[in-house]
């Protein structure tokens, strides 16, 4: 064999895995169908959106709050060409760190896509059709997601987009219809909403961001009715049609009106499904079930010798989520017996205010039946938040009504992907939200009260 | 209504006692004047009786240390009639206390039983200990959730307790104490209105059980990964975290509890150990354990410390040719006993010699206390007694004016109720000069440490058959060695050594004795 371990696919998981295998011991390589590692969260994901993201707040700060904090400068022009650039750079960056390493754990990387030949044999096919096999004892599958398509409606990539060419825009939008007011349908619409564009969001639940906490769903809708984007909860979306310049978006709502949407761009932001096309997972007996790689608690498949982790298994679409599970295959083949916390993965909405949420939401408890109670403080509460003027939020913490065990905190608000740390390390410890003395002031307050 | 018992005051330098001994149980019926108890000072021990007759509510644990005046525990006459209706309360897990309840109504109208303990939270990573520098609440008073108690210091910073429930508060740990992480602060005897404790005997049981939390034996990560690579179950292994959390040091000096594992490994092990490496299990046992210091012990410590740094001390020796005492010893013994009902011992010898040569140096006889010398014009003797429970230093008094049978029968009556554990505090108090006889455990040479505020002390020591000359001739002569510390800021060396010189010329012609010359 020429390897102990092959990684199939770069992103956040893939790498991690794959740094880990070799700090390990086991010699690793990485298949990457791309010219550039890091999946989508580094190149098409969370890295550009966050970039972009924090470009267009710059924007609006300067546009709208600089002077009442007393700054007076010219109105300012958006230079969207320099904002994608930015956006590449940035991207550049963090993708040669990955090159960088994989040469320094000295791990080998084939491009091109990497299919099974058999369990321990993996070719690599690259872009220019020339074909290299190399052969392992261990696979560990980490080729993540796609953007889902309306099945009536696919990506033309021109007018109905996913958000892979939505962060490549050339043009500002003059009207974007966004499909979907889950997690990427907010965060890249709250961006072209800052940077002017008129935003229309629809989805097809009663809620934005409907996996997290209900409040936060019903907070977020208030903050994205400020920043002027519009929202049509319940809506199921019955065509999108391209004519060429305008796209025409139909949705029907739950009364049976049909609403009609005309913009010059549709963002199709459903969900993402798991990836394997090429993989030939039928060479090694593997069948997919609702496009996931099935495995069991130790993330291996039915073939022995074969891994699955990320986007491509069960649970959730999470770069983070990935990594630990990359983490915990690389030690579970080294004999360790590592744990991932599915629980304790906490899942952030980079919009601003930022949501941010760890552990059960109020409607899972609900529906455990479990005894639990509640504490809320708003941000327009605290003097800090006045302060900066970010008084938009509120802090959520859920608690076991008998031990004060906390089962979930739900931040909706400045910078609360930075709390909800504290958060994480309270549930993993099974602190008392009063035995935090040094936790961030928000989240004790909320408790206080 | 319950009679409440407190802590008597004992004497007048005594400022607290430690429960040495609950001779009753929590929920026993006691008799009036019926000893419950055994209290010890730094100075002596005593015994608790019962006020009143009734139930024993404890309120103190054996094991702590109380100020003069705090509640020690409660009789409850009404109880008598029925004892058996009263719960052993405070150890009362709530689900097994809250049907008793109802028949202590009178004691605790609204107790659901819980009790919830308190202990020292971790306040800071290098921070081990803290200190209850104020108690905000009275022991007894009724306290709310999460309502400020007590101030805490540590050496870094000082911080606020809040009650974790409503209820009762008792005290365990009074002002200036110092206690480790997780020491026990309070309990607090939760009534009604409290959410947490109220309803733990329908909730989760893990909450109910006084002394852990809910988060006992939950394992950090870290932890967790450690005891799933040994093969260890997290509920075999005792956290030391915060609420009895594992941290990464429990999992990783956890061992695993074979015998009760699959059988199959057992028989791993069996196969394996005549094949494999000779592995030491038994034999040398390397145990530790810690006991808390008595009051007498740690006084015994403070002092002996102050004694070091406070005063100026060294000792000068010399050796004593004891045949004269022996030989009238042997001599007369036994018409002494006859005569006296005690026994001739060296005890009254030397201390004989002692208050004849402290008048001749009364500054060995003085005692510093401030700016000025205080000089006796007695001689009360402390004698060092070794008792199980440690050294203590009864008092013979005026004995300069004492014969050899009144010396010796009060040397017996001392060492008896010392070793008893009888000697009152006045008994050990005002000495001026101690004698400490190392020599009936075979010590040859010591240096004894003074006993404040005294100026001196005599060692005596064991009795040797040595070769010495005597007049130009080499003899064997019983010799022991005797030591005088002093110190220095009351006793000059001339004085000290003439003192020491004085006692050996006493004793190797005890006719001078008689004569005083």
């Not at chain 2, 400022?15 to 609950?22: F, G, K, M």
């Not at chain 2, 988060?215 to 005891?227: C, E, F, N, T």
Request: aromatic content about 4%; some cysteine.
């Amino acid at each position: 064999m020429q390897y102990n371990v092959i990684v199939i696919g770069s992103g956040p998981g893939g790498y991690v895995a794959a740094i880990r295998c070799a700090q390990l011991g086991f010699k690793t390589a990485i298949v990457e169908k791309y010219n550039t590692l890091g999946g989508t969260c580094l190149n098409v994901g969370c890295i550009p959106s966050k970039a972009l993201l924090d470009s267009s707040e710059h924007f609006i700060n300067a546009k709208e709050h600089f002077k009442g904090h007393g700054i007076d400068i010219p109105e300012p022009k958006l230079n969207l060409g320099q904002m994608i650039k930015r956006k590449g750079e940035v991207v550049k960056a963090n993708v040669d760190g990955i090159a960088f390493l994989m040469k320094k754990n000295k791990i080998d990387v084939h491009t091109g896509v990497g299919s099974f030949v058999d369990k321990n044999t993996i070719k690599v096919t690259a872009a220019d059709g020339k074909e290299t096999t190399i052969t392992t004892e261990k696979v560990i599958i980490a080729t993540g997601s796609k953007p889902t398509p309306l099945p009536f409606a696919p990506f033309d990539k021109k007018r109905i987009i996913s958000s892979t060419e939505a962060l490549e825009l050339k043009e500002l939008p003059k009207h974007l219809i966004v499909i979907g007011g889950g997690v990427i349908g907010m965060e890249l619409g709250s961006v072209f909403a800052r940077i002017g564009s008129k935003v229309t969001v629809v989805e097809f639940l009663d809620s934005l961001i409907p996996t997290m906490d209900g409040t936060m769903g019903k907070e977020l809708l208030k903050v994205a009715k400020k920043l002027g984007i519009e929202s049509h909860l319940g809506h199921k979306v019955t065509s999108v049609e391209n004519k060429g310049e305008e796209v025409i978006v139909k949705a029907e709502g739950k009364d049976g009106k049909t609403i009609e949407l005309k913009g010059d761009y549709c963002l199709v932001a459903i969900g993402r499904r798991p990836y394997t096309d090429g993989l030939g997972l039928d060479k090694i007996g593997i069948e997919t079930v609702k496009g996931q790689v099935p495995v069991d608690d130790h993330l291996k498949t039915k073939v022995d010798n074969v891994y699955a982790i990320g986007d491509v298994v069960r649970g959730a679409m999470l770069a983070h989520k990935a990594e630990e599970e990359g983490v915990y295959v690389a030690e579970t083949m080294a004999g360790q017996k590592p744990h991932v916390h599915y629980l304790l993965i906490p899942g952030v909405v980079y919009t601003w205010p930022e949501v941010a949420s760890v552990g059960y939401t109020e409607e899972q408890l609900k529906s455990q039946g479990k005894a639990y109670k509640v504490g809320n403080f708003p941000y327009k509460a605290l003097g800090r938040a006045r302060a900066s003027g970010d008084t938009d939020g509120l802090v959520k913490i859920l608690a076991d009504k008998a031990t004060d065990e906390i089962l979930g905190v739900h931040i909706i608000g400045a910078r609360a992907a930075d709390m909800i740390a504290a958060g994480v390390t309270a549930m993993e410890f099974l602190h008392r939200p009063k035995m935090y003395r040094e936790c961030r002031m928000r989240i004790r307050r909320t408790w206080k009260r | 209504m319950a009679v409440q018992i407190k802590v008597p005051a004992v004497g007048e330098s005594i400022t607290e006692v430690t429960i040495a001994n609950w001779l009753k149980k929590d929920g026993d019926v006691v008799k009036m004047d019926e000893v419950i108890a055994e209290l010890e000072s730094d100075k002596a021990t005593f015994e608790l009786t019962a006020s009143s007759a009734g139930v024993l509510k404890i309120v103190k644990p054996q094991g702590t240390t109380v100020p003069i005046g705090e509640v020690l525990c409660e009789i409850d006459p009404n109880g008598a009639a029925a004892p058996g209706a009263t719960a052993p309360a405070p150890e009362a897990k709530a689900a097994a206390a809250a049907p008793a309840a109802k028949p202590v109504a009178p004691a605790a109208p609204k107790s659901t039983g819980a009790v919830k303990e308190m202990k020292v939270p971790t306040v800071g990573e290098s921070i081990t200990e803290v200190t209850i520098s104020t108690w905000l609440k009275k022991d007894g008073d009724s306290v709310k959730l999460d309502e400020i108690i007590a101030e805490v210091e540590s050496d870094k910073a000082t911080f606020e307790l809040p009650a974790e429930a409503n209820g009762i508060l008792r005290i365990v740990a009074k002002e200036k104490e110092t206690l480790p992480i997780g020491g026990l602060i309070c309990r607090i005897e939760v009534t009604d209105g409290a959410a947490p404790a109220a309803q733990a005997p329908t909730e989760a049981p893990a909450a109910a059980t006084g002394d852990k939390s809910y988060a006992a034996g939950h394992p950090s990560p870290a932890a967790a990964k450690i005891l799933d690579e040994k093969g260890i179950p997290a509920n075999q292994v005792a956290g030391s975290g915060v609420g009895g959390r594992i941290t990464r040091d429990d999992a990783q000096n956890a061992q695993a509890q074979s015998k009760p594992q699959a059988p199959a490994k057992a028989a791993d092990t069996k196969a394996q150990a005549p094949s494999g490496p000779p592995v030491i299990t038994s034999g040398g046992g390397r145990n530790k354990r810690s006991e808390k210091m008595s009051s007498l012990r740690k006084t015994i410590a403070k002092r002996l410390v102050a004694v070091k740094n406070e005063t100026a001390m060294l000792t000068t020796f010399n050796e004593v040719d004891m045949k004269p005492v022996m030989d009238m010893r042997s001599k007369y013994k036994d018409q002494f006993k006859e005569k006296y009902g005690v026994g001739l011992g060296f005890m009254s010898f030397f201390t004989k010699a002692v208050c004849q040569a402290l008048k001749d140096f009364p500054a060995v006889n003085a005692a510093l206390n401030g700016d000025e010398i205080i000089y006796h014009d007695y001689c009360d003797i402390s004698i060092a007694v070794s008792t199980p429970r440690g050294l203590v230093v009864p008092v013979i008094r005026n004995a300069e004016s004492l014969s050899f049978n009144q010396i010796e029968a009060e040397v017996v009556r001392l060492a008896t109720r010392g070793r008893d554990g009888k000697l009152s505090i006045e008994e050990m108090t005002g000495g001026t000069f101690s004698i400490t006889n190392g020599g009936v455990f075979g010590s040859m040479l010591s240096t004894p440490i003074i006993n404040p505020p005294q100026s001196a002390i005599l060692g005596m020591h064991n009795i040797v058959e040595r070769a010495v000359v005597k007049n130009g001739e080499v003899v064997v002569r019983p010799i022991m060695y005797v030591a005088l510390s002093y110190d220095h800021r009351v006793i000059d060396g001339r004085e000290s050594v003439s003192f020491l010189v004085r006692v050996k010329e006493l004793l190797e012609d005890p006719g001078r004795l008689i004569l005083g010359v």
